[in-house]
């Protein structure tokens, strides 16, 4: 099994969820902020070369969520996504939140604040972009387990995309805080650190 990541970005989600699973497998870091540094025959099945991608023999998904649901399905025996349908529905329905509601105006905001090159930011963006992410955030119950008492893969992209907020100076509620730092304090989190600060010496060096 082969994960394509970057350091800290998206591709943390796949990386967490096979720790979280105990599975074997190898990371291809490509440098996704500078593409004219990836190696032809790189392999990778995303069709821009984006991050996370994953082979697993005969599989080839692209898609942050696709590759979790995938992994957990095929090597979770229920653990991070449950087999019951109503719970099983619970965690989708988080992971769409995720990746479009809270997701997607954080990432204008980080997009306009400092990724793409400074004649293509719209400064003017930026605040309506958060007051979207702030009415987003509300929906998200102020509770210790905002999605629910097990932990699934919709803790892993909640707070995630949590952590984004937090980065940009967002500041949650007190127990989204304590919830993040739970999260990201599991052993599997820190092992996908630790492989992503592999990822960061293996990129100087490529
Ligand atoms: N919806 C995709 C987004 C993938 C994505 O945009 N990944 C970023 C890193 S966080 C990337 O590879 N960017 C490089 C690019 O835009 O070319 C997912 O959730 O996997």
Request: charged fraction near 25%; aromatic fraction near 10%; hydrophobic fraction near 40%.
């Amino acid at each position: 099994m082969l994960i394509y990541a970057y350091p800290f970005s998206r591709s943390t989600r796949a990386l967490w969820t096979a720790e979280e699973l105990g599975l074997s497998y190898e990371t291809q870091f490509i440098d996704v902020k500078n593409k004219s540094r990836i190696a032809p025959g790189h392999g990778s099945p995303h069709p821009l070369t984006k991050v996370p991608a994953l082979i697993d023999d005969d599989v080839r998904l692209f898609e942050s969520v696709a590759i979790c649901k995938y992994l957990a399905e095929n090597y979770g025996d229920g653990r991070l996504y449950p087999a019951e349908k109503r719970r099983r529905a619970e965690v989708d329905m988080w992971l769409s939140y995720a990746v479009t509601d809270l997701e997607q105006p954080l990432w204008t905001m980080l997009k306009h604040g400092m990724l793409l090159p400074e004649a293509q930011r719209v400064p003017a963006i930026a605040p309506v972009a958060r007051r979207e992410f702030e009415l987003a955030y509300q929906a998200l119950p102020n509770t210790p387990s905002p999605t629910g008492e097990s932990f699934t893969l919709a803790d892993i992209f909640i707070s995630h995309v949590l952590s984004w907020a937090k980065g940009l100076g967002i500041t949650l509620s007190e127990p989204h805080e304590e919830y993040v730092s739970r999260c990201q304090n599991r052993p599997a989190f820190l092992k996908a650190r630790q492989r992503e600060a592999e990822g960061v010496e293996q990129l100087k060096h490529h």
